[in-house]
């Protein structure tokens, strides 16, 4: 489904998704309100980016939104007044969710805005990123919790971690040549970008 959100007294205005033609968007995914999806996106089954209550939500290019994502908002405005400390500022512009560009996000990961995650990270299945950002080229490993906190680039989180005070943020391990999964998310994002073309072909040639 790609629609509308409505209007609500946190959403004043409708706004319809914008996605770049190059973008794949499953049948059984849900695009909906303030979202901009770029270029080369898989969107999988049961994915929901819902853009109707935090506002706007941003995927940037090549990037990937795997099957049972959430990517999703607190309120960003009540009675068309900004709530500030739920948006996130990337390049000049606020955000309520900033995904950047060969971002992958697995299996039923959770991003709850005001969240960011910059370009190159990975993160892994069933993690949950809220009120938080997350640098460039990370690795948030499976069933990794992050609220409050930012992750500083080339940072990997251990499986399972909850991550919920600056100074165990801080303290997260740095990727080294000899970490098993630094170089991961180049072969997912490969995988989901072919998939991407190759359904988009599929979806234009019908």
């Known amino acids: 489904m790609i629609g509308k959100n409505v209007q609500t007294d946190f959403s004043a205005q409708v706004s319809e998704p914008s996605i770049d033609p190059s973008t794949y968007v ?18 999988s089954p049961m994915a929901s980016i819902r ?20 990517i999703h908002a607190l309120e960003t405005e009540v009675d068309g007044i900004p ?3 739920n948006r996130c500022e990337v390049g000049g512009a606020h955000y309520a969710v900033y995904v950047g560009k060969r971002v992958s996000l697995a299996h039923q990961v959770q991003v709850h805005g005001p969240a960011v995650i910059y370009d190159d990270t990975f993160v892994g299945m069933k993690s949950l ?6 640098g460039r080229n990370c690795v ?10 930012v992750v500083a680039d080339n940072r990997y989180v251990p499986a399972g971690t ?5 100074e165990d943020a801080d303290r997260l391990p740095e990727i080294t040549a000899d970490y098993p999964m630094k170089d ?3 072969g997912v994002v490969h ?8 359904y988009t072909k599929m979806r234009d040639e019908k």
């Open 26 to 43: 499953h049948p059984l995914a849900a695009v909906i309100g303030n979202v901009t999806l770029g270029r080369n996106i898989m969107v």
């Open 51 to 70: 853009g109707d209550e935090g506002q706007p939500l941003f995927v940037g290019d090549d990037s990937n939104v795997q099957d049972g994502v959430i």
């Open 83 to 85: 709530v500030e400390n």
């Open 129 to 134: 990123v809220f009120k938080a950002c997350v």
């Open 140 to 149: 948030i490993e499976p069933g990794v919790i992050l609220m409050g906190v």
């Open 162 to 166: 909850t991550v919920k005070s600056q």
């Open 184 to 186: 991961m998310n180049k």
């Open 191 to 198: 995988v989901n970008t072919n998939l991407a073309r190759g």
